[in-house]
């Protein structure tokens, strides 16, 4: 596709539950991000890739949470035994070179809602 | 990286200008400014950036003041599509790992 496309859209998971949020970044893209959006905050970011390679996740907020993106292209974000706490929405965002600093190289996905009940 | 202070909300009408201003006092010599903004239930968008000089594009113009402890976005013609939130961040170009978000500007264009 054009853009980032992330699935699913929603998602509501009971307390307990694992779950996994899919991103597809923009074909060849080198830099992919996960950030979290808690309602009327800014994003939070939570890991890089360049790559296949999880080059930062400092914010990761708890073990819970473990992102891969082995083949360099796809990623998924897992969630282990979801709280309410975790209840957000989860944002991807890929660029095409290295530098995050690339102005309007980063494209940001529609975000994948997650409500924990 | 630096910290940005921005109003809570703003009001426009529609077909003026509106003028996003934002402060970042503790800007360092080699933070750029960039400007995103997020309309209601859709990613971020990116819309502009710059480091000491004016930037235009085809979306908005910054103006950065000389001394780069503050900026203003400016929407030329705001429409009702550019309601949206408007998010200032101070990005370090040697540690361009994350971007540190803040609450940003709520804008509204009325008609």
């Known amino acids: 596709g054009a853009g980032v496309s992330q699935s699913p859209r929603y998602k509501v998971a009971k307390r307990g539950q694992d779950v996994a949020l899919r991103c597809d970044p923009i074909?060849?893209?080198?830099?992919l991000f996960w950030y979290q959006q808690a309602l009327g905050q800014g994003p939070e970011f939570l890991t890089y890739?360049?790559?296949?390679?999880?080059?930062?996740k400092s914010g990761l907020p708890s073990d819970r949470f473990f992102a891969e993106r082995p083949e360099g292209s796809v990623s998924t974000l897992k969630i282990q035994r979801t709280q309410q706490e975790d209840s957000a929405v989860y944002l991807c965002?890929?660029?095409?070179?290295?530098?995050?600093?690339?102005?309007?190289?980063?494209?940001f996905g529609e975000g994948s809602w997650l409500t924990v009940v | 990286d630096a910290k940005t202070t921005q109003p809570t909300s703003m009001d426009c009408a529609e077909g003026r200008a509106a003028n996003l201003p934002c402060n970042h006092s503790?800007?360092?010599?080699?933070?750029?400014v960039y400007w995103y903004r997020q309309i209601h239930s859709q990613g971020p968008q990116y819309i502009i950036h710059?480091?000491?000089?004016?930037e235009t594009n085809e979306m908005a113009s910054l103006i950065i003041t000389e001394d780069r402890k503050s900026s203003t976005l400016i929407l030329p013609h705001a429409t009702l599509r550019d309601t949206a939130v408007y998010y200032c961040?101070?990005?370090?170009?040697?540690?361009?790992?994350?971007?540190?978000w803040g609450l940003g500007t709520s804008l509204a264009v009325n008609p």
């Open positions: 710059g480091l000491k000089n004016n």
């Open positions: 965002a890929s660029s095409a070179t290295k530098r995050q600093v690339s102005g309007n190289t980063i494209y």
């Open positions: 890739f360049q790559n296949e390679a999880q080059l930062d």
């Open positions: 074909s060849g893209h080198v830099s």
């Open positions: 503790t800007i360092s010599g080699n933070e750029y």
């Open positions: 961040i101070g990005v370090n170009a040697g540690n361009n790992r994350k971007l540190i």
